[in-house]
């Protein structure tokens, strides 16, 4: 029996997406819908597509063919308007180095337009226990610092679609796991939709809803981590994802 379907709001959604790159298609005809209140995972081997979809999705690549839209509108018509309710973490994007930490947050508060930016800032700082962080310079820190004051910049303009790029890249397993009941806690007390990249499938399963994975920029595989399992030979999600880098397909029990 198929499930019903889900009739929140799309907030994103990709149809038919392609991205080629000198005759190499790195997305293929990708479609998908992120709905409110749904973290759905990107998932996939180096070189799957996340990255040029991620980009894609961000504006920052524009796709050779296809068509996106978020809250409703096109997205490249109407960018700034879909950025404002928007934002994006990754643990390989820097903040400028240069700058204290506290100094980082609060341009980027002000560029966002949040309102008593310094409580904003302080509140966040806390959820995610940086706060001793504030007067250290920015490009000092830990991998794993970073990616926590990269979080707190994601979150700065409370979001309706957020999208996290590696968000527990470079943490240790403490951290990683405060990280992910964090990022819950945010998506379900504000209703959001998150789209969510990973290679850590202990993020997957706690975090996402539902996944897709992708190969050589197609999709392999999508729905929920429990109904991927029941249609794979597979015993965990980690099986899967090694069986897709591999070969390119889930394979079906007998």
Do not use: W
């Amino acid at each position: 029996m198929s499930a019903p379907p889900d009739t929140r709001e799309v907030i994103l959604e990709a149809r038919e997406l392609t991205r080629e790159f000198d005759g190499v298609k790195a997305l293929d005809r990708f479609s998908f819908q992120l709905h409110r209140g749904e973290v759905l995972g990107l998932l996939g081997a180096n070189g799957a597509g996340k990255t040029t979809a991620m980009n894609c999705l961000l504006g920052l690549t524009l796709p050779t063919g296809g068509e996106l839209f978020a809250f409703g509108l096109e997205l490249q018509r109407h960018r700034i308007q879909i950025l404002q309710r928007s934002n994006f973490s990754s643990a390989y994007t820097a903040l400028p180095g240069n700058l204290l930490v506290g100094q980082n947050l609060l341009v980027f508060a002000k560029i966002y337009g949040v309102k008593d930016p310094k409580a904003k800032i302080a509140e966040l700082m806390e959820l995610l226990e940086i706060s001793h962080l504030s007067k250290r310079v920015t490009g000092q820190l830990s991998a794993g610092e970073s990616t926590r004051v990269n979080l707190v910049k994601a979150f700065l303009n409370d979001p309706e679609l957020l999208m996290l790029d590696e968000p527990t890249a470079s943490l240790d397993p403490d951290i990683a796991d405060k990280v992910r009941k964090v990022v819950r806690k945010v998506q379900r007390e504000r209703n959001i939709g998150i789209l969510y990249t990973s290679h850590n499938m202990r993020d997957i399963e706690e975090v996402c809803d539902r996944v897709i994975f992708l190969h050589k920029g197609r999709i392999v595989c999508e729905g929920t981590p429990t109904q991927i399992l029941s249609r794979s030979s597979s015993s965990s999600l980690e099986d899967v994802f090694i069986k897709i880098a591999r070969d390119g397909e889930i394979v079906d029990e007998a």
